[in-house]
């Protein structure tokens, strides 16, 4: 229980395979194979284990390119450490050819790390250790009730199979292990945080859990369908079908248009919802993850604003309004913004703050318009008061 984030979970897994290896002599196993759809930590996790990154090729569809993947294992067999692999796939979708993947990692005498970041898809459904996983770090956060992002770390087990056990992370002050496999300074987890994930495991029991993990998978794939005529879905499985996420890709949209993925992302606001994950994991596009916890009627009200927002779109795209002044562009609109005595846009103060009609949902002001995010990521602006204020 001790890592305090996923990123640290990854390490702690690495590690546990890095000593794995090195407790049979096979010391020159110093080789990570991570496919090029998988979250940037992984190949930062590897490389803070002492690991070198190879990356295996996708194919078109989002699917681990096998071909690649045979090509990369014959050329490095004897190198090979371990292979980092997100299941379902960061493309939202289940990877066909899992077990044959972990197998051909195996055949070299390689472990596999199965990234728990999409758990949600998983759980009461399928076992990492059945398909082919050595070690896997499970995320609570979205999966087990404690809040993504902003709201909660990303604490949870690194769970293991029985040949790894001795190598987990321990206690710094005990003698069974080396300093050097405690990696963080809360021992035994997050003492805030484990009980509320104890609490709902409790409650939801085994079959709770199951039909969570498959409302998340029929929310995802509602939405798919939905809005797959306004927005093409990027990656679907060989049957059409997402697992819990799926990716709406506006490139074509924005080359036709002027129109971009940051646009629709801002507008949302003026709907009232907080945009999807924008540009991953790939740029100009939208990942919707509706987990199990939103209702008919909010991802009804989602899929409203999307679609109306593409009727936005598609008059930029006729020319009745300029790809410069525009509800998208200009948006989100603040009360601020709208309570002036002059308005000099092409469209109403009505349109800009209650696009589907005063009924449509509680409004929610957004507080502040736009900002340069990429200035504001590459130069540091400090607000705090200088040291004379406090006199």
């Given at each position: 229980?001790?890592?305090?984030?996923?990123s640290?979970?990854?390490?702690?897994?690495?590690?546990?395979?890095?000593?794995?290896?090195e407790?049979?002599?096979?010391?020159?196993?110093d080789?990570?194979?991570?496919?090029?759809?998988?979250?940037?930590?992984?190949?930062?996790?590897?490389?803070?284990?002492?690991?070198?990154?190879?990356?295996?090729?996708?194919?078109?569809?989002?699917?681990?390119?096998?071909?690649?993947?045979?090509?990369?294992?014959?050329?490095?067999?004897?190198?090979?450490?371990?292979?980092?692999?997100?299941?379902?796939?960061?493309?939202?979708?289940?990877?066909?050819?899992?077990?044959?993947?972990?197998?051909?990692?195996?055949?070299?005498?390689?472990?596999?790390?199965?990234?728990?970041?999409?758990?949600?898809?998983?759980?009461?459904?399928?076992?990492?250790?059945?398909?082919?996983g050595?070690?896997?770090?499970?995320?609570?956060?979205?999966?087990?009730?404690?809040?993504?992002?902003?709201?909660?770390?990303?604490?949870g087990?690194?769970?293991?199979?029985?040949?790894?056990?001795?190598?987990?992370?321990?206690?710094?002050?005990?003698?069974?292990?080396?300093?050097?496999?405690?990696?963080?300074?809360?021992?035994?987890?997050?003492?805030?945080?484990?009980?509320?994930?104890?609490?709902?495991?409790?409650?939801?029991?085994?079959?709770?859990?199951?039909e969570?993990?498959?409302?998340?998978?029929?929310?995802?794939?509602?939405?798919?369908?939905?809005?797959?005529?306004?927005?093409?879905?990027?990656?679907?499985?060989?049957?059409?079908?997402?697992?819990?996420?799926?990716?709406?890709?506006?490139?074509?949209?924005?080359?036709?248009?002027?129109?971009?993925?940051?646009?629709?992302?801002?507008?949302?606001?003026?709907?009232?919802?907080?945009?999807?994950?924008?540009?991953?994991?790939?740029?100009?596009?939208?990942?919707?993850?509706?987990?199990?916890?939103?209702?008919l009627?909010?991802?009804?009200?989602?899929?409203?604003?999307?679609?109306?927002?593409?009727?936005?779109?598609?008059?930029?795209?006729?020319?009745?309004?300029?790809?410069?002044?525009?509800?998208?562009?200009?948006?989100?609109?603040?009360?601020?913004?709208?309570?002036?005595?002059?308005?000099?846009?092409?469209?109403t103060?009505?349109?800009?703050?209650?696009?589907?009609?005063?009924?449509?949902?509680?409004?929610?002001?957004?507080?502040?318009?736009?900002?340069?995010?990429?200035?504001?990521?590459r130069?540091?602006?400090?607000?705090?008061?200088?040291?004379?204020?406090?006199?």
């Amino acid at each position: 229980m001790q890592p305090n984030a996923g990123s640290q979970g990854e390490y702690a897994g690495l590690l546990a395979i890095k000593a794995y290896h090195e407790s049979r002599g096979d010391t020159d196993r110093d080789l990570c194979l991570i496919p090029s759809s998988a979250h940037g930590t992984n190949a930062a996790s590897a490389a803070l284990a002492g690991m070198r990154v190879v990356v295996v090729a996708c194919r078109e569809n989002g699917d681990v390119d096998l071909d690649d993947l045979r090509a990369k294992i014959a050329e490095h067999a004897d190198r090979i450490a371990a292979l980092m692999i997100t299941y379902p796939s960061t493309h939202g979708v289940y990877e066909h050819d899992v077990a044959d993947i972990c197998a051909a990692v195996h055949d070299v005498g390689g472990q596999v790390y199965v990234d728990g970041a999409n758990l949600n898809a998983l759980v009461g459904l399928a076992r990492p250790g059945k398909f082919g996983g050595d070690v896997s770090h499970l995320n609570l956060h979205k999966t087990f009730c404690i809040p993504h992002g902003g709201g909660g770390p990303g604490v949870g087990p690194v769970a293991v199979r029985s040949h790894l056990a001795p190598f987990l992370p321990g206690h710094p002050l005990a003698d069974e292990l080396p300093d050097e496999h405690t990696v963080s300074s809360a021992p035994y987890g997050s003492a805030s945080i484990l009980p509320i994930t104890w609490a709902y495991i409790r409650m939801m029991g085994a079959a709770g859990l199951r039909e969570a993990t498959l409302t998340a998978i029929a929310s995802a794939n509602y939405v798919a369908r939905r809005l797959d005529e306004y927005y093409p879905v990027l990656y679907t499985g060989e049957n059409g079908m997402v697992a819990h996420e799926c990716i709406l890709d506006l490139r074509a949209i924005t080359k036709a248009t002027g129109v971009t993925v940051d646009d629709v992302a801002k507008r949302l606001a003026d709907y009232g919802f907080h945009a999807p994950t924008m540009s991953f994991p790939v740029a100009g596009t939208l990942m919707v993850e509706p987990t199990e916890s939103e209702s008919l009627a909010e991802v009804d009200a989602f899929c409203d604003a999307m679609i109306a927002i593409r009727a936005e779109i598609d008059k930029v795209g006729a020319g009745v309004w300029t790809v410069e002044d525009n509800p998208l562009r200009n948006a989100p609109h603040t009360a601020e913004c709208l309570l002036v005595a002059e308005w000099n846009h092409p469209y109403t103060r009505e349109q800009a703050a209650y696009p589907l009609g005063k009924g449509f949902r509680p409004k929610v002001w957004p507080p502040v318009r736009r900002i340069d995010g990429a200035y504001g990521d590459r130069n540091l602006v400090c607000s705090c008061p200088p040291v004379e204020a406090f006199a």
